[in-house]
């Protein structure tokens, strides 16, 4: 059972890896201006309130996952969950990258 659980956390793994090669486009309306507007704002608020909310979820699956304890419909349904969360959350980190800073 162990054996199994490892295998399964390891192709999570290379998974969660592999899908961070992905190429992304970032919006014109945030990256095409050097001074803030209140639309780049708020869009940009709405992504950090987006990446918390990712990152709450991520960090669930990952509890779930490393507490199945052999519960292999349980570990297969963490690793399912966080492979369905990496892409959204590489989106967003990139497009946060385009914000203007806050300070």
Known sequence: MKKRLIITLAICVLILSACGVVQITIPASISSTSHPTADTQAA????????????????????????????????????NMLIRLHEPSVLVQAELRACPSAG
Request: with cysteine; glycine share 2%.
């Open 44 to 79: 940009c608020h709405v992504l950090q309130e987006q990446q918390v909310q990712l990152q709450q979820a991520i960090h669930a699956a990952r509890v779930q996952l490393s507490t199945a304890h052999g519960d292999l419909r349980k570990a297969e349904k963490a690793k």
